[in-house]
């Protein structure tokens, strides 16, 4: 019994070693593509957008009565 845990574990292991950089590699790309689109639009611009997303979506401001 034992050895059979072990060949199922071993065979586990090779299927995981062997698959694993094929499996990651779109996910890789995913992640390159975002930092050249990050990379490519300047600074500025991301923080104008995050203001005006900010504001636009902003909840209601009430007044406080006293």
């Known amino acids: 019994m034992l050895r059979i845990i072990a060949w199922v574990l ?9 698959l694993w950089p ?4 779109p996910v890789t790309a ?3 593509g975002f930092g050249a689109i990050l ?6 611009a991301w923080l104008l957008a995050a ?5 636009r ?4 401001r ?5």
Request: glycine letters at 6%; a neutral charge.
């Open 10 to 18: 071993l065979a586990l292991y090779l299927l995981t070693v062997g």
């Open 22 to 25: 094929a499996a990651i590699a």
């Open 30 to 32: 995913t992640f390159a």
């Open 39 to 44: 990379g490519a639009v300047p600074t500025s």
């Open 51 to 55: 203001v005006i997303t900010w504001l």
């Open 57 to 60: 979506h902003c909840p209601a």
């Open 62 to 66: 009430t007044h406080a009565t006293l």
